[in-house]
């Protein structure tokens, strides 16, 4: 795409699938979307939908617990940017349910790594990024305390106790920190979590962002 775009740029963690994606094609609309993920094929569909509908995207294919890859990435939107408007964080861990005594050594490294630590530090790289008049974004959804939903319970919620740290702080400041809770959808996560689940009386992806987009307005 050409450096010299006048869109306001969206980074959107997690952009592959699902609410994501969701987000990603939305705010391609009104942004030049980063969409970062670790499904190469995934962000190159969601490019493909995003530019069909008009819309531009830059296609970054990473995982974004490479703390090393995700400097870098800020590094480079830096130079070629200057800054950022929006950030939208859909990138999860989503482990499978199980009791708390069963979970894996495994599934909780990666659910912490994914849904905590990298949250940690993309916050603090980000934020110059954003600046006073950009906004970040997060999803609460998670589902704390419910039986079976020990990692992802715990670690989205850390997730969101840490947003919530930094929405207080910045109200004077800046950027804007919307914590949005989304009603269920019909997506691939979902599925996992409740197999058996009817689908068609779940929202759809899109019609959700639409909704939560109404709602940054």
Partial sequence: MDSITPLPIALVTGASRGLGAAMAEALAKTHHVVAVARTTGALEELDDRIQAAGGQATLAPMDITNTGAMAQLCRSIHDRWGAIATWVHAAVHAAPLTPAAHLSEGDWTKSVACNVTATGIL???????????????????????????????????????????????????????HILTPNPMATATRARFHPGEDRDALAHPRDEAARLMAELN
């Fill in 123 to 177: 916050i603090p790289f980000l934020t110059p990024l954003l600046g006073t008049e950009g906004r970040a974004v997060f999803f609460d959804d998670a589902h704390a305390g419910e039986k079976f939903f020990g990692a992802y319970g715990a670690t989205k919620a850390a997730q969101i106790a840490l947003a919530r740290s930094w929405q207080v702080e910045t109200v004077r400041t800046g950027p804007r920190v």
